[in-house]
């Protein structure tokens, strides 16, 4: 293995679990070309997994041998290297809130970034571009609410809307009220009926 080869690794060890590298990142250690060639030979060798284009995860290495990190920890550190936004999408919203019984087959997250996919193992993860919207109160329950009604529409978001007020607390349910000038008409008019009424 080359110097430069271990230097990466290095690297990519002190970086938390799911933390990406790309070639940009690892400038300091040498030109662009040898960091490119040497990226892709620890890829091939398995010393790190290619995740997307010029993208790559250090595997997590257990008992039982190596596996690609957990996506929560790569999506979280993917959305804080590149400034982004991501969420589960509507239809795992709609599943936690128990609006559906129906479990998403992909693993779909919407971004506020562009739409790609990342390889982890063997395992797939789509990033949708969504609007702002949808991306309104990430990591609380008023923002998986606005997700998982945008999920299942005009037609079924006053029923869904329903189970929701018995299940969610109040403050929760206020938080996406105050959320209604930035959704579009028809699910304002519908996030309007949590108003509370002085």
Known sequence: MSKLAQQILMHAAALPEGASLSAKA??????????????????????????????????VKGKFGARAPEVAKVLQEWASQRGETVVGSGAAAANALGLTTQVPVRQVFLTSGR???????????????????????????????????????????????????RKLPASELQAVANARARLPTWLASQVSTLVTRA
């Open 115 to 165: 739409s790609r996919k990342l390889k982890l193992g063997s395992q797939t993860v789509e990033l949708r571009h969504a609007p702002p919207w949808q991306l309104l109160y990430p990591g609380q329950a008023a923002g998986e609410v606005i997700r998982s009604l945008a999920w299942v529409g005009p037609s079924g978001s006053e029923a869904a809307l329903g189970e929701l007020k």
């Open 26 to 59: 690892l400038l300091h250690l040498g030109s662009r070309a040898a960091v490119d060639q040497a990226l892709s030979r620890l890829a091939r060798s398995g010393e790190l997994l290619r995740a997307g284009r010029g993208v790559y995860v250090l595997p």
